[in-house]
Every structure is written in structure tokens, then in C-alpha cells.
């Protein structure tokens, strides 16, 4: 039951209409920055906090008062999959990140700009070359996403077609048995990666930790790091791609600024950031000790999810929340906060940044392909199954 209030409840508060939160999200995000979802049925029953302000939120991720691993039932459960860093606290969290956060320089990002450039160019080039009407979901986002990622982690081209449906039918298959399938083969390939770059680190993702930290970081860490990015920048920046081509037909004239005035391209990183959202909240974090948030006391053992949607609409409340890269720049909590804070955030924005304006200078008149009905929404995270345009 517990489980079902931490996970199922909040998965279905941030349901969308479009890009917006559902009104029972804004009934709550209107009662105060901290709710309960619901406390167990019996004697000092644990109670599972929803938190929709800016603060609480930030007050929550960045305090050691709280445990970011995995639950089972309400309760931490003690272990994380090895190598994926949002399951972890301090000590393994600090020792794991210091080990990989250098391949994430910001050297290194502006030394693999000129790629990412390359590979956006080439997918304009293919879906220009292809012709409309086109699903920009697998041609535009998983394209740009999983290329992009493959070549950061040093994954060879002839291999990553096939990794990336590996990754894609592990996320979106009905079935569970193919699921649990397409993940398995996933992660032998992610291990025999691991392997090769122990023999030979290149200057990739991989070769970048093995040479500095290689002594310090086990096959399975490293593979689990690697299998953390892969998913996160294919997954996550390829749903942010499609949103962000979804947004572009239903605002054409905020992009037109965009092609105008490329000075505003830092104002509209931010804003489009933060209105989209595409990963609306935290996992469940587990109270260590009592704590007051929000002037609501949240007791050793609770639990808090952190509605990062709800925070980055805090301040732009009713007509306001809209998309507006001319608006005054806010402080968004996209990539989270805190020691957790998204360990890739420089690479998928240099992504973001160089696809979504590209796109708009390409395709200007970039339009739904069919009636509105034929674009496809998937649940939370926030997800474009499928997007027909034309142009």
C-alpha cells in the first residue's frame, strides 16, 4: 500500500495535458509547498510527502538528512545498482563521482562540440533527404540522442543501431519477458565494452576514467556508469528532442525569435528547460531522522518525492506559465539539485542546444503532419511516442 502511494499515486499526479501539470497537480501545488499523499493505516504509520515548492524541494535534495536509495515498501533498501549514481549516498556517492565527473570537463564538452554539430547536421541532412511527412520521435530525437551518446561513451558506429533498439525495447516493450530480453542484451554489450576499454582505453567516456581512475573504480561500476549515461542521454535527451520539436510547432513565433536574435539562445536553453520538465520528479527519498519542511514536520522514515515539474511552474503561476523566452531568466530545477544533481547536464545541454535551434533554421515551417490526434503521448516521464510533421 505504501509502495502504491510512493510510486503509483505520484507517477499518476504528473500526468500532462500537452506540456502542462493535470489540475489535480495544480489543486496541490495550490494547498502549500509540502502534501501528503497518504500514511499507512496503523500505528506511527509512515506517511509519503509530495513537495511542489522550489525551496522544500531544494531543501530536500540538498540535505544529508535524507537517503536517495532504491525503496521497497517505504523503506530504503539498503543497496543500489552498482555504477548508477542516483542510487547511492555519501561515501560511495562523493568516491564514485569524483571517479567519473572529469570526463564530463568542461573542456572535454567544448573539444566534443564539434561532433555533436556533425551528427545534427547529418540527421537534418537525412530527414531533409527523406522527405516529410516524417515521425520526428525515432528520425529527430532517438537519432540525434542515441548517436551522440554512443559517441561520447566510445561505443563503435557499426554497433550502435543495434544497442540503441536494445536500449529503446528494454524502456517501451509490452512484454515483460522481451523487456527484461532487450535489457540483458543491453548490458552484455555494456560489459564486453568495459572489457575492451580496460585493454585499450581510448579517449572516450570510458578511456577517460580507466587512465585516471582505473585502479579505483571496479567492471561492474563501470559498467553501471556507462549503462546510467547511455540510458539517461539516449532516453532522456531524445525525449526532450521530440518535445522540444513538439513545442516548436505549438510556439512558431518564440522560435522565430530564436532564428532572429541567436543572442537569446542562452534565455531559451533556460526556458525551454524548464518548461518542459521532461523528467517531472525525483524517486522517492527516505527521511533519516525528523525534519521540518514547509512548516509540515516529515518524520524519521517518511518519504518525499520531489515534484520537479511542480517546483519549475512554482513561479509562473495561472496565465503566466507559458513558454516565453523573453521572460525574466529563473532558476530551474530540471537537472535536479544537490549532490545528485544530473552528473550529464553539460552534454545533453550542448545537445539541446545545438539541435533544437538547428532544427528551427532549417525547417521554419515545420507543421503536424496529420490531425493533432495522431501525435502520441506516453506516461510519465513526459514522453512523445509519436510525432508526424511535415514542413
Not at 571517479?99 to 573539444?111: D, H, T
Not at 527484461?180 to 564486453?192: D, L, P, R, S, V
Not at 533519516?288 to 518525492?305: N, P
Not at 531568466?329 to 544537490?338: D, K, N, P, Q, V
Request: glycine share 8%.
Amino acid at each position: 500500500m505504501f509502495e502504491e502511494i510512493n510510486v503509483v499515486h505520484a507517477l499518476e499526479l504528473h500526468r500532462r495535458n500537452r506540456f502542462d501539470p493535470m489540475p489535480e497537480l495544480r489543486s496541490l501545488m495550490a494547498e502549500g509547498p509540502m502534501t501528503s499523499l497518504g500514511t499507512e493505516e496503523h500505528p506511527g504509520g509512515r506517511t509519503a510527502w509530495l513537495a511542489t515548492g522550489l525551496d522544500e524541494v531544494r531543501q530536500v535534495l540538498g540535505s544529508d538528512k535524507f537517503s536517495a536509495r532504491l525503496i521497497y515498501g517505504g523503506t530504503a533498501a539498503g543497496i543500489a545498482w552498482p555504477g548508477f549514481l542516483t542510487q547511492y549516498d555519501p561515501p560511495e556517492h562523493t568516491r564514485l563521482r569524483r571517479l567519473v565527473a572529469p570526463a564530463f570537463a568542461v573542456r572535454r564538452m567544448q573539444n566534443f562540440r564539434p561532433r555533436v554539430d556533425r551528427v545534427v547536421e547529418d540527421t537534418l541532412d537525412t530527414i531533409e533527404a527523406t522527405g516529410g511527412p516524417l515521425d520526428f520521435v525515432p528520425h529527430f530525437g532517438w537519432s540525434i540522442a542515441t548517436t551522440a551518446t554512443c559517441d561520447f561513451l566510445g561505443i563503435p558506429r557499426d554497433d550502435q543501431a543495434d544497442l540503441s533498439r536494445c536500449l529503446h525495447a528494454s524502456r517501451t516493450e509490452r512484454s515483460g519477458k522481451r523487456r527484461t530480453a532487450a535489457g540483458n542484451k543491453f548490458m552484455t554489450y555494456m560489459n564486453k565494452a568495459t572489457a575492451r576499454t580496460r585493454r585499450d582505453p581510448g579517449d572516450d567516456m570510458f578511456g577517460v576514467v580507466v587512465r585516471e581512475h582505473g585502479d579505483e573504480i571496479t567492471d561492474a561500476e563501470l559498467t553501471g556508469v556507462a549503462a546510467f549515461v547511455m540510458g539517461a542521454g539516449a532516453d532522456q535527451v531524445a525525449r526532450f528532442l521530440a518535445a522540444g520539436a513538439l513545442l516548436m510547432v505549438d510556439a512558431p513565433e518564440q522560435f522565430a525569435l530564436l532564428r532572429e536574435k541567436p543572442e537569446t539562445i542562452p534565455d531559451w536553453l533556460d526556458e525551454v528547460t524548464r518548461y518542459l520538465t521532461t523528467d517531472e520528479k525525483t524517486h522517492p527519498r527516505i527521511a533519516l531522522e525528523d525534519v521540518h519542511i514547509g512548516g509540515r514536520l516529515v518524520r524519521a522514515g517518511d518519504t518525499v518525492t520531489c515534484s520537479l515539474l511542480a517546483a519549475n511552474r512554482w513561479s509562473f503561476p495561472g496565465p503566466e506559465d507559458r513558454f516565453d523566452i523573453t521572460r525574466r531568466r529563473s532558476e530551474h530545477l530540471a537537472f535536479g539539485h544537490g549532490i545528485h544533481h544530473c552528473l550529464g547536464r553539460s552534454l545533453a545541454e550542448l545537445v539541446f542546444r545545438a539541435a533544437i535551434p538547428a532544427l528551427a533554421h532549417r525547417f521554419p515551417t515545420l507543421r503536424p503532419a496529420e490531425p493533432d490526434r495522431a501525435i502520441r503521448f506516453g506516461p510519465p516521464p513526459f514522453d512523445v511516442e509519436a510525432l508526424p510533421l511535415d514542413w
